[in-house]
């Protein structure tokens, strides 16, 4: 079987809005949980996680997916589990 590691799946325009919004969304989730009074583990679960680095079916652009968002997020989870039904996709962040 190939290494597919390092190949960059190509995404539609919902694909680019949806992780538009999770690239907004996980800083805000973050930066509230660290604010709680109680002591909270942020974990972050992607079950659909890709290989983390899309190409934009459209511009060509290189577009950041939702593990390599949430590795940069800036206010960092404890633990982070991605899973994918391509096991080398994922190979980069474990």
Do not use: C
């Not at 709680?36 to 290989?51: H, K, L, M």
């Not at 899973?83 to 190979?91: C, L, R, S, T």
């Amino acid at each position: 079987m190939p290494d597919d590691s390092n190949v960059d799946d190509v995404i539609g325009f919902w694909s680019e809005i949806k992780l538009e919004i999770i690239g907004k969304y996980l800083p805000a989730y973050t930066t509230i949980l660290s604010k709680q009074n109680a002591r909270f583990t942020r974990i972050y679960i992607d079950a659909f996680a890709g290989s983390g680095r899309h190409i934009a079916k459209k511009s060509g652009d290189v577009v950041a997916g939702s593990p390599s968002l949430a590795l940069s997020t800036l206010l960092p989870f404890h633990e982070f589990h991605f899973i994918d039904i391509e096991g080398a996709k994922i190979h980069r962040f474990s």
